[in-house]
Every structure is written in structure tokens, then in C-alpha cells.
């Protein structure tokens, strides 16, 4: 089995298309709960200018809270998703553990997110990703649109190897691909990881897949077939790129946990906490969110069959 890393990203990509205001105490529970679950890795938000991102206006605060002594877990992974320079001196003055910044395969994609082509929004990550392993952090990178792009369609493979080259290049060595507009398919995640995986063995490969067309699951299970290590979800499958023509849900994060538990995997990791929030989210938006193990409950322990072995 290889193993699986669990990285819950909702408190930002889940938030971020969210209108309503979620205050900081809210989101401080919210995290608490994250905190009881045992998750590896909890993205507490995104350096971005308040006025263009309302709602992740208290990541600062957030950090700063978390940072302190007892606060969370001792192995808990803080991470924070950063686009430019500011942002990183931001992260670096408020205890953020792990820098997360991607760069779109797609220009068109590119541009809408961060005003800037493909190939000046990578020279501006590149150079804030070698500050950000100067000041000791954990850096993770990323290839956004991976899978295609809502705007252009079809992304070139051969565009995708050329992104992760650079990075390896640069000693940037933990990678994800996110499917940014949901258009992956599991034949083309294992087919993509496989010639990632060629190019250097050791990368450590993360995923972040969005379910806009229902297939996030099969892919994240794709992924673990593959060989994928790190796996980005959102409790109540809440989120999705404002930047993107179609945006859906990011996978599921109780509804994949069940399925770990289901193989036997990860059971250290604790479901409950992610459905009660995912139910406490609900509530609070008004609204019945994407995920579906919050709602039907998980299948008890005695009625379980013995996991099928995968390879």
C-alpha cells in the first residue's frame, strides 16, 4: 500500500466561492474539529487582498491563533496557498508550516486567476518557492488545469511534463496536479502520473481533483492506483475555482475517508468529525451540501465486508 496523506483544504478552497461570511470564531471551531479528526494537513486559508477575497480576509488571524502553543496537534501540517510575494511575507510572519502555490497549465486559465500568461506566473512562483525552502518551510506545487481547462478545453499532456520539469529543476520535489475544471477522467489520472513518475521516481505526487461532472472519486481512487501520496479534499465536498467557466465541489473529505476505511486504510483518521461538520456547514449555509456520507451516515463496522486487494 502506498501510503496516503490527507491534506482538507475546505477552510480555503471550500470557502472561497462561498457569499456568505463565515466569522472567524465560526471558522475557528470549524477547525477545531479538523484539529479531532487526526487529518495530516489542514489549509487554513489564502494570502490574497481582502477587498478581492472578503472571505479569507482573517487567514493571518487564523494562523496566528493556531500557531500557538497547544493549540493543535503536534503533527499537524498548517498550510497556507500563497500567489505572490506579498502573500509569502504575510505567511512567513504568521507561522504558516507549508507554502501551497500553483501555476496553470492553461494561459487562459492563468490570466483570469492571477492577471498574469503561464510563463511569467511560473518565473514569479519559482523565485517565491525558493524563499519560502530558504526560510525552511514545506513548499508544495502545483499544475492547475491539469486535466483541461473550462476555457480552452483539452490541455496538452506534453505542456503539463514541461511545468513539473521546471519545478524539478528547481528542486521543487512535492507536486500536485489539480483538476481544476473537473475534466479528468481515471484513465487519463493514471496515464499522466505514470509518465510524471517516469521522469523522476521520487517526486512525491499530490492530487486535488473537483467533482464538477461526478468523477472525483473514481480519480482519487485513479490516484491511489497510480501511486499518488497527498490527497486534497473539502468536508462537505464545498468549493471551487471562482475562476474557472464551471465551477464544482472539490472530492469529498468524509466521503473519501469511508472509503479508506472501507480498504482498511488510515483508520486512525477519525470520520465523525467531518460529518458533524459537514452537517454543522449545512446548517449554516442553508443549503444541503455536495457530499453524501454526512447525510446517509457511514456503514457500520459489523456490516462491512473484508477489503478486496488492490495492487
Not at 267 to 279: N, S, Y
Amino acid at each position: 500500500m502506498n501510503e496516503i496523506i490527507l491534506h482538507e483544504v475546505g477552510m480555503r478552497d471550500g470557502l472561497q466561492v462561498e457569499k456568505q461570511i463565515v466569522p472567524t470564531q465560526t471558522k475557528i471551531l470549524w477547525i477545531e474539529s479538523l484539529l479531532e479528526s487526526g487529518v495530516d494537513i489542514i489549509q487554513l486559508g489564502s494570502f490574497v487582498h481582502p477587498e478581492k477575497m472578503p472571505q479569507l480576509a482573517d487567514t493571518d488571524e487564523l494562523f496566528r491563533h493556531f500557531s500557538e502553543p497547544g493549540r493543535r496537534r503536534r503533527h499537524t501540517i498548517l498550510s497556507g496557498l500563497v500567489l505572490n510575494e506579498k502573500g509569502l511575507d504575510r505567511g512567513l510572519a504568521c507561522g504558516v508550516d507549508q507554502f501551497c502555490m500553483g501555476v496553470s497549465a492553461s494561459d487562459t486559465h492563468s490570466r483570469k486567476n492571477t492577471g498574469m500568461s503561464t510563463p511569467e506566473a511560473l518565473h514569479r512562483i519559482l523565485a517565491i518557492a525558493k524563499r519560502a525552502l530558504e526560510a525552511g518551510k514545506l513548499v508544495q506545487v502545483s499544475v492547475q488545469s491539469a486535466f483541461g481547462c473550462g476555457f480552452e478545453g483539452p490541455v496538452p499532456e506534453d505542456r503539463v511534463l514541461s511545468l513539473v520539469k521546471q519545478f524539478l529543476e528547481a528542486d521543487l520535489r512535492t507536486i500536485s496536479l489539480a483538476d481544476t475544471a473537473g475534466h479528468a477522467n481515471p484513465w487519463q489520472v493514471e496515464q499522466l502520473y505514470s509518465k510524471i513518475f517516469d521522469l523522476d521516481p521520487g517526486i512525491e505526487c499530490a492530487c486535488h481533483f473537483h467533482d464538477t461532472y461526478g468523477l472525483g472519486m473514481v480519480n482519487s481512487f485513479a490516484a491511489i492506483q497510480a501511486g499518488v501520496k497527498y490527497f486534497e479534499s473539502a468536508f462537505g465536498g464545498l468549493g471551487g475555482c471562482p475562476f474557472t467557466a464551471v465551477a464544482g465541489g472539490n472530492v469529498c473529505t468524509e466521503d473519501f475517508v469511508h472509503l479508506l476505511h472501507r480498504h482498511g486504510w488510515r483508520e486512525e483518521v477519525q470520520l465523525q468529525p467531518f460529518i458533524e461538520l459537514a452537517r454543522t456547514a449545512s446548517t449554516f449555509f442553508g443549503r444541503t451540501l455536495p457530499g453524501i456520507v454526512h447525510r446517509s451516515g457511514p456503514i457500520p463496522a459489523a456490516q462491512l465486508q473484508e477489503p478486496v486487494e488492490t495492487r
